[in-house]
């Protein structure tokens, strides 16, 4: 069976722990054919104000649309979930654990363009998509790539931001295969997904735009009182503190 791409993206309710899906917007790109879904869902969770301001979904766009799970969208993204399938999400941690709380746990492979390109892209300014969309001038190709797919985008929609994501892919995969020529950009994106990102620089703190580097070097017991006091701290963090911190001690 030919391997097939779901480019994925959702909008919510909000961003805490009792939120829940309201739109799963996602395209499947296999060896020949293709498909899009983009559906509405209900909710007993209500919308925030503030995840209003962002996408822009209101109650009464929900009126009479059914539950994640009973959406064709959600039904037909199970028969997708099998380990030879890819799994494309910007900062896929917030969606999966969105749709584990409908029930879908991915056996597909992921791939976090977030990751990725944190990792390739290192020294940007910001790595969310929006920023991409500008920086990168995807918004200019976006008519294009919609007529091209055959589908309408309206305002504040999730499928909106998964053709962004499909064209930034594009732009991920030429540069994986400019800096690793002899490596499958896809498993590369995949394996980078799962690898550690070393972070350069403080960005919150009393050492806020300094190097991890030079406080490793001139005040090595606040990264250990990071270590053993922060409990939530970033997981890319704590790995960056250890070993630098492995460095110093050598």
Sequence with gaps: MAKKYIILDTETTGASESD????????????????VH???CSTNVPISFGAMEV?????????????????????????????????IIHNAPFDLG??????FKTQMKVIDTL???????PDEEAHRLQYFRYKMELYKE???????????VKAHDALGDVLILKLFLSKLKE???????????????????????????????KYKGKTLQEVASSDAGYLRWMLSSMEHLDED??????LLLTNVMR
């Design 20 to 35: 829940r899906i309201i739109q799963l917007g996602y395209i499947v790109l296999g060896a020949k054919e293709m498909e």
């Design 38 to 40: 983009n559906e509405f």
């Design 55 to 87: 996408h822009g979904i209101t109650p009464d766009m929900l009126e009479g649309k059914p539950p994640c799970q009973k959406t064709k969208a959600y039904e037909r993204l199970l028969e997708f979930n099998t380990p030879e399938n890819y799994i």
């Design 98 to 103: 969105m749709l584990e709380k409908e029930g």
């Design 115 to 121: 990751r990725v390109a944190k990792h390739i892209l």
């Design 142 to 152: 976006e008519q294009k790539e919609s007529d091209a797919l055959g589908v309408v």
């Design 175 to 205: 540069r994986l295969t400019q800096e690793f020529p002899n490596e499958n950009p896809v498993e590369k994106m995949v394996e980078l997904t799962n690898t550690p990102i070393f972070i350069k620089i403080f960005k919150f703190g």
């Design 237 to 242: 963090l704590r790995y960056s503190i250890n």
